[in-house]
């Protein structure tokens, strides 16, 4: 037997608002990663910067250079899951996206610059260089001063 407004009669249709039907979700996962992948590019670029984020920066670049390289084997240089993921969503939402990477979205998306996939691809690829080499030395030294550190207590005792 159902009562009346029991789960089992409610219908969806009802409501004008559907806040967890699929169309709802996918903009939302759009949404998500565009801000998401965003931040991560910008924390790649800039996350050696700060002592407490350095370590962890230089884990984010070390994946993203996994995904480039190791996936990169099987679907090709410079591929990026994120990408690949936020590429299917904006698929299944009806938008095209003739774009070969992230940046060159990001750019033309935001800034209205559009510019070639080869220029994206190499600045992208010099500014990833550039940053994973000033991770590297700092994440470095910073290892030797807390070693050193770590030393000159023990030897104080």
């Known amino acids: 037997m159902r009562l009346p407004g029991s789960a089992a009669t409610f219908k969806t249709q009802h409501y004008s608002i559907q806040p967890f039907n699929s169309s709802n979700l996918l903009k939302l996962a759009d949404i998500f990663f565009f801000v998401f992948h965003t931040v991560l590019t910008l924390f790649n670029l800039f996350g050696w910067a700060f002592r407490r ?12 250079g996994f995904s480039w390289g190791v996936l990169g084997i099987f679907y ?68 030797r001063r807390k070693r050193i550190k770590r030393h000159q207590t023990i030897a104080d005792e």
Not at 53 to 64: P, S, Y
Not at 118 to 128: E, N, R, S
């Open 76 to 143: 090709g240089f410079g591929y990026c899951f994120l990408t690949d993921w936020h590429w299917s969503v904006r698929e299944e939402l009806g938008y095209e996206t003739p774009y070969n990477s992230y940046i060159q979205f990001f750019f033309d998306t935001v800034f209205g610059v559009k510019t070639t996939a080869k220029v994206a691809d190499t600045w992208t690829l010099i500014l990833f260089l550039a940053a994973l080499a000033i991770s590297i030395t700092l994440n470095i030294r910073d290892y």
């Open 53 to 64: 984020t350095r370590q962890f920066n230089l884990i984010t670049l070390l994946l993203t």
